[in-house]
């Protein structure tokens, strides 16, 4: 089969894949989809939950194995669409609809190219694709799930909105919930010991701190306070002011170490991480794949944006078609021009070090 019919079979997928419902943890008819695919390129395929995975054909004991993944889950759409986000539209070379930018055309596109290499002997590396579930909600049947039942793996290509440049790192993630606390008691009485004024200096804490190493990929990390609640009626003074902290891990911290910095030099009464499993990835700038795609053209950049390298531990690279500023949002779409360029690099890219 030639490049050009994986190509137009992979956008045909994604039409189909648009018009399927598949939020996070509800992705059942979109792994049939792609079930279907292999099926009908008769490739021995496993589904485990709502991921579906699969190997070459050559795969051998022994050699390094290369991960191909990209996910089938989709946000649900926002209130500002005009276009039916379940009705894949074509316009002006756009084809629009929810998860056509995010991140269905780096998975067709993705599975095409396994396609292409399945059936091709003797390759340097065993490929491995998995078609992922629960991405964007980071859930526990994801691909996170995935990496104690598929062979174990060496190096990674994360299928996310790029525009085909290479990202070779991406910051990690932890949120934080903490508590200011106070008196509480009646407006009207005096109160040194206000919570919500108690507040000031420690917002004042968050918006000023900075963290002293710095990435050359991935620059500082970003701390950001993003929700406050406090107070249920105009006339008492709460006891605690509750605020979220969301933080942009670079590769120069480990989560561990941004955990420890808060819980003891932030200000708050109380300060917990919900999780400290996001955490940055990256991929050597002299590995192979990255001087595969630099000498093709590809630029390298960090990515601010998470993705499901966070649970990779093996070094991985974030590529594929399509711009991550339209993800997630009103009338999403993806050029048709920029999937057939996505299948054609893949390609062009895995010949190299394959």
Not at 109 to 122: D, E, Q, V
Not at 215 to 238: C, F, R
Not at 280 to 306: F, N, Q, W
Not at 310 to 319: G, I, R
Request: proline letters at 4%; a negative charge; charged letters at 25%.
């Amino acid at each position: 089969m030639t490049t050009q019919q994986l190509t137009e079979e992979a956008i045909l997928l994604l039409k189909n894949l648009i018009e399927t419902q598949s939020f996070s943890s509800e992705e059942d008819k979109t792994a049939q989809l792609i079930e279907a695919w292999f099926i009908q390129k008769d490739i021995p395929f496993t589904r485990t939950k709502n991921n579906v995975w699969a190997t070459n054909k050559d795969f051998t004991e022994g050699k390094p194995t290369l991960l191909l993944n990209s996910h089938h889950d989709t946000v649900k759409p926002n209130t500002a669409y005009t276009k039916d986000p379940f009705k894949a539209i074509v316009e002006d070379g756009k084809l629009y609809g929810l998860g056509s930018n995010d991140a269905g055309g780096c998975l067709v596109s993705l599975i095409a190219t396994f396609t292409y290499f399945y059936n091709k002997p003797n390759l340097k590396y065993n490929l491995v694709i998995v078609a992922s579930a629960e991405e964007e909600s980071s859930g526990p049947n994801g691909l996170n799930s995935m990496l104690s039942i598929i062979p174990k793996i060496d190096v990674a290509i994360v299928g996310e909105p790029t525009l085909m440049n290479l990202a070779v790192a991406e910051k990690g993630l932890v949120v934080f919930d903490a508590k200011v606390k106070g008196t509480p008691s009646h407006a009207a009485h005096p109160n040194d010991d206000n919570a919500i004024y108690n507040t000031i200096e420690v917002l004042n804490w968050f918006k000023d701190y900075k963290f002293e190493r710095s990435s050359e990929a991935l620059g500082d990390v970003k701390m950001t306070v993003s929700q406050i609640q406090a107070g249920k009626q105009h006339n008492a003074i709460p006891a605690e002011v509750d605020l979220v902290i969301d933080v942009r891990v670079n590769d120069k911290y480990t989560n561990a170490e941004i955990n420890d910095i808060l819980v003891n030099e932030s200000p708050c009464t109380e300060i917990k991480a919900r999780s400290l499993r996001l955490n940055s990835s990256s991929i050597p700038k002299d590995h192979e794949l990255v001087k595969a795609g630099v000498e093709i053209g590809r630029t390298m950049y960090g990515s601010p944006t998470l993705s499901d390298q966070a649970v990779l531990t093996c070094s991985s690279l974030k590529l594929g078609p399509g711009d991550s500023t339209r993800s997630h949002s009103a009338d999403e779409f993806i050029y048709l021009n920029e999937i057939e360029e996505g299948v054609a690099i893949y390609i062009q890219l895995l010949e190299k070090i394959l």
